[in-house]
């Protein structure tokens, strides 16, 4: 009987062992920002991209990293600057995007405390963005990104792609359909632009 559960034993030993060995330990969003490349382009830490037409994405909403990740990878977004990320994208997997958009959402940012105020207010941004442009405000349907901090050629060239009909994935149909964003001249975005990228 003592060999029995001996052999028992050693038999359950392997096995477990075997388990072990096959288990994928999936890499952490920092590492794989890294190995991905993504700081080729956005920085080391994710806010400090080497275009200012570039965005920058540290402590972006994770879900909305992800889904305009995958956006890209789908080619449903295709606008601005997509076409250079698109190469990179096909490599990762769902679980990997999860990883890195979490990664980059617990980053800190560059954006300051408090409301932007000015045109941001006066063209009704706050009401997807939130006044500190940080926060979702109270007409914003889904996840509205945030946005104080970030590169003011970069959202000058989003909105006016936004508007021209250029991008169309996630939430831009709407924003292009809103009644600030059809009136919007190109001096009001670039004073837009400004005060968020304060």
Request: include cysteine.
């Amino acid at each position: 009987m003592r060999s029995i559960l001996k052999t028992l034993s050693i038999g359950l030993v392997a096995v477990s062992g075997l388990a072990i060995s096959n288990v994928t330990v999936a890499a952490d969003g920092g590492t794989l920002y890294t190995q991905k490349l993504c700081n080729t382009c956005h920085g080391a830490d994710a806010k400090t991209p080497i275009q200012p037409i570039y965005p920058k994405l540290a402590g972006q909403n994770a879900e909305y990293l992800a889904a305009q990740t995958k956006h890209i990878k789908d080619k449903s977004r295709s606008n601005g600057q997509t076409g250079t990320m698109f190469p990179f994208t096909m490599s990762l997997n769902d679980d990997d995007i999860t990883a890195i958009s979490g990664w980059i959402a617990a980053q800190p940012s560059d954006a300051k405390e408090g409301d932007i105020g000015g045109a941001f207010v006066d063209k009704g941004c706050v009401k997807c963005h939130g006044a500190d442009g940080q926060s979702q405000g109270a007409e914003a349907k889904g996840i509205a990104p945030k946005l104080a901090g970030q590169n003011a050629e970069y959202i000058i060239a989003q909105t006016k792609d936004i508007k021209d009909g250029k991008r169309t994935n996630g939430n831009a149909a709407e924003m292009a359909g809103h009644a600030d964003v059809k009136a919007i001249t190109e001096a009001d975005i670039k004073a837009v632009a400004e005060a968020i990228a304060k």
